[in-house]
């Protein structure tokens, strides 16, 4: 099979590695697609310079093998199945793990190719995986399932927010993460849904996409008012999130921020007021569990595919990475071809 590995600022070689076969506990996927995050567009432009290494960590695909201890456990995905993909491991025994906050395991890690070159997994073509970390879509659109990673990621934010239904939600930043958000927060039952961003073209997309508001960062308050959930999914706007964070609200930091921007909340304003701000950091299970599940009843499904804007083969996930380190995007695919 192939694997895109990096092995340069603006360099990715498609390397040639022995198909995976499946542990005991394991089942090995044909990986239909892989989108590209951040991580890849900052190793592609060489903003992270961390080569060689084989990325790809949002990835979707069809089971193709099944271990023998997992063939007929209950939940366990089957030959043929669409299935979503956690592709870094959980320790379980870590202090973060043992209080079932394993997105914040100390020793998440993906793999290694025949040489040693760490590999996440999402660009090759097959891949060997344990079978809790798995899920089945249904017939959800393998481009889709694709996004299950970032989905579970705005889950858990939305969780870490303490969202409740007929809540008030303002979104900063209307990318990719903004969008998921949004669609979440409606499937839901927010109450209101507004997005915040500089740029007319994201907020006439979110206002398409079906916010109830939109506004630039020096309108919000004037036209969303105070907010129950503020979610900062931009390099800045923290200040303002905590501004527009109504009595009882929480600001949730999505996001990552250079490490020296301060998030700072008065210490009467969260005594009183009990405004607090929480960060949120991948996901958990449990995340996944409602992310696949979203995806299998296909309430996300306008929503998704609004937010792809290309699809190339594995053979052009160079012109892939060109593309997204040169214009504003939301999601690219590479997709492997199978023989
Ligand atoms: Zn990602
Ligand atoms: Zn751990």
Not at 100 to 119: F, I
Not at 161 to 186: E, K, P, Q, T
Not at 232 to 254: F, N, P, Q
């Amino acid at each position: 099979m192939k694997v895109a590995v990096f092995t340069g600022v603006g360099e990715i070689t498609l390397r040639e590695e022995p198909d995976p076969v499946p542990g005991p506990d394991q089942v090995v996927i044909e990986v239909a697609a892989c989108g590209i995050c951040t991580f890849e567009r900052r190793l592609f432009a060489g903003d992270k310079q961390w080569y060689p290494v084989a990325p790809g960590h949002e990835a979707s695909g069809v089971v193709i093998e099944v271990g023998t201890s997992v063939a007929d456990r209950p939940g366990s995905p089957k030959v043929g199945d669409r299935v979503a993909m956690d592709l870094l491991t959980r320790c379980g025994t870590c202090g973060p793990c043992r209080r079932g906050k394993s997105n914040l395991c100390r020793a998440r890690q993906g793999r290694v190719l025949s040489d040693g070159t760490v590999s996440f997994g999402g660009f090759a073509g097959k891949i060997a995986l344990d079978a809790k970390s798995v899920y089945p879509v249904g017939d959800a659109s393998l481009i889709h399932t694709a996004m299950c990673e970032p989905i579970a990621c705005c889950v858990h934010s939305l969780r870490q927010g303490g969202f409740r239904s007929r809540d008030r939600v303002a979104i900063v930043g209307g990318g990719l993460m903004g969008r998921i958000h949004m669609a979440i927060a409606r499937v839901e039952g927010a109450g209101s849904i507004g997005v915040i961003d500089v740029s007319e073209e994201r907020l006439a997309e979110a206002t398409a996409a079906g916010a109830d508001w939109v506004a630039t960062p020096e309108q919000a308050l004037e036209v969303g008012g105070k907010q129950d959930v503020v979610v900062v999914c931009a390099m800045g706007g923290v200040d303002l999130a905590v501004e527009i964070a109504d009595v009882g609200g929480t600001v949730v930091l999505y996001s990552a921020f250079d490490k020296e921007v301060p998030a700072t909340v008065g210490a009467d304003k969260s005594h009183r007021e009990e405004v607090a701000i929480v960060g949120a950091f991948q996901q958990t299970p449990d995340d996944w569990r409602d992310a696949s599940a979203y995806l299998k009843a296909g309430v996300l499904a306008d929503d998704l595919e609004a937010l792809v804007t290309a699809t190339f083969p594995f053979s052009q996930v160079e012109e892939a990475l060109r593309l997204v380190t040169s214009e504003p995007t939301y999601r690219v695919f590479v997709q492997p071809e199978h023989d």
